[in-house]
């Protein structure tokens, strides 16, 4: 059964950089046909996708977040990371991690769906 | 603003059926798959339909999809009272601003 976990700090400043971890257990990051993707949440609202990694290092970013974030990978470490930079209030959220798998129509992409979440980690970005 | 557009609130009885709507535009709904997602209270989203209109294992067949041009649509058949939670479609968009996931603003459903 597959895992994944957020961790970092909490309560940034704000002008700084959010920094997240997610670990993945229960199988390895390279295997199959999955993207890694972080996705938020400000209290009492809906879902924005941050954007999305393969583990050849691929990256597409949500284009309302892209000058500001940057994801990577560490599969020696079976980890997946976000950097999000110059934050303010307006980045406060839970922040999820997921796995994305992808859906195949013969041998061409024709969709992805994220089918394993992380727990969900709640960053404040305040002073 | 979200990309899809929701109902923000849907209510109904133990064993009513309740649709939820999607609305979104040519470069998501209507030329990608339509994804639904279930967030109960203080967990994290869980998958309840892909491709449109089906389900992972373990879904009831209670919760089925559908989708017509560029509008999708969720129906919960047989609600009950464990089905009180936020719903989400989701889709890929691929415009001029580039290839990413958007998701809808959410439904609150509610079981009376």
């Known amino acids: 059964q597959v895992q994944l976990q957020e961790s970092g700090p909490g309560l940034v400043k704000p002008s700084q950089t959010l920094s997240l971890t997610c670990t993945v257990s229960?199988?390895?990051?390279?295997?199959?046909?999955?993207?890694w993707s972080w996705i938020r949440q400000p209290a009492g609202k809906g879902l924005e996708w941050i954007g999305r990694?393969?583990?050849?290092?691929?990256?597409n970013y949500n284009p309302s977040l892209k000058s500001r974030v940057t994801i990577s990978v560490d599969t020696s470490k079976n980890q997946f990371s976000l950097k999000l930079s110059s934050v303010t209030a307006a980045d406060t959220a839970v922040y999820y991690c997921?796995?994305?798998?992808?859906?195949?129509?013969?041998?061409?992409?024709?969709?992805?769906?994220?089918?394993?979440w992380g727990q969900g980690t709640l960053v404040t970005v305040s002073s | 603003q979200s990309v899809l557009t929701q109902p923000p609130s849907a209510s109904g009885t133990p064993g009513q059926r309740v649709t939820i709507s999607c609305s979104g535009s040519?470069?998501?709904?209507?030329?990608?798959?339509v994804y639904w997602y279930q967030q109960l209270p203080g967990t994290a989203p869980k998958l309840l339909i892909y491709?449109?209109?089906q389900r992972p294992s373990g879904v009831p067949d209670r919760f089925s999809g559908s989708k017509s041009g560029t509008s999708a649509s969720l129906a919960i058949s047989g609600l009950r009272s464990e089905d009180e939670a936020d719903y989400y479609c989701?889709?890929?968009?691929?415009?001029?601003?580039?290839?990413?996931?958007?998701f809808g603003g959410g439904t609150q459903l509610t079981v009376l």
């Open positions: 997921a796995r994305a798998e992808v859906d195949y129509y013969g041998s061409i992409w024709s969709g992805e769906y994220f089918d394993y």
């Open positions: 229960g199988g390895s990051i390279s295997s199959g046909s999955y993207y």
């Open positions: 990694i393969y583990t050849s290092g691929s990256t």
């Open positions: 040519s470069s998501n709904i209507g030329s990608n798959y």
């Open positions: 491709r449109n209109n």
């Open positions: 989701a889709a890929w968009d691929d415009s001029l601003s580039g290839f990413h996931a958007v």
